[in-house]
């Protein structure tokens, strides 16, 4: 079975600039997730889709950050315009379901690098 | 605000030896517990879990403890192996709220042969 797919893998930009990030997720995984991690910290959830809906986003920095799961399969997370604290590794996950017994997945992330 | 802190930054033990990784929660709407291995480059990786309603919970050389009356969580690895060094994230999530985990800050596993 494959895993949770992310692209780039490392990312480095200039503050002010803009970047997207891909994730595709496990086939059939109907919850998707991902998660903003900053050296030093443990994972921080940024957004969940259930399916191409958004279950919370309570946590997404929304005058900078965007999120979309358009066909409910695969997502891009974007960050426009970038500052420096957005320097993090950004993880995407995957999960059958959305209650807490559903296993999550991780992707190998992006590190971002904002300079 | 910290609701999930796992206070040791770092743990070494000597291979063979039990490794004891302790993590602490605030958030009494935590009923559903996790811990989750990380190697370099990779994303973490599930381990083992509790629910609130037990206080135990093993699997092979990985055992979980509960206190909710402490609000606090141990794994326990038993016997440790090279391999097992890692970094090591707790995480919680709440009754009826899905699958919205809060990961603590992590402790670095050194297993020495």
């Known amino acids: 079975e494959a895993g949770v797919a992310q692209s780039p893998r490392y990312k480095i930009i200039e503050k002010r600039q803009s970047v997207a990030f891909w994730c595709n997720p496990i086939s059939g995984h109907a919850t998707l997730y991902w998660y903003q991690q900053i050296l030093g910290q443990g994972p921080k959830l940024l957004i969940q889709?259930?399916?191409?809906?958004?279950?919370?986003d309570s946590q997404l920095p929304k005058d900078r950050f965007s999120a979309e799961r358009l066909k409910g399969v695969d997502s891009t997370l974007k960050i426009q315009p970038a500052k420096l604290e957005d320097s993090a590794v950004y993880l995407c996950?995957?999960?059958?379901?959305?209650?807490?017994?559903?296993?999550?997945?991780f992707g190998p992330g992006t590190r971002l690098t904002v300079t | 605000d910290q609701q999930v802190k796992q206070n040791s930054p770092s743990l070494s033990v000597q291979e063979g030896r039990i490794s004891i990784l302790n993590c602490d929660y605030t958030?009494?709407?935590?009923?559903?517990f996790l811990w989750y291995k990380k190697y370099p480059a990779e994303g973490p990786t599930f381990l083992i879990s509790i629910s609130s309603i037990k206080d135990k919970n093993e699997d092979g050389r990985f055992t979980v403890f509960l206190n909710k009356s402490a609000k606090h969580l141990s794994l326990h690895i038993v016997p440790s192996q090279p391999g097992d060094s890692a970094v090591y994230f707790c995480a919680a999530s709440p009754l009826n709220a899905g699958n919205m985990l809060t990961f603590g800050g992590g402790t670095r596993l050194m297993v020495k042969p």
């Open positions: 996950a995957s999960s059958l379901g959305g209650g807490s017994s559903y296993e999550q997945y």
């Open positions: 958030n009494s709407m935590f009923d559903y």
């Open positions: 889709f259930q399916n191409n809906g958004v279950v919370d």
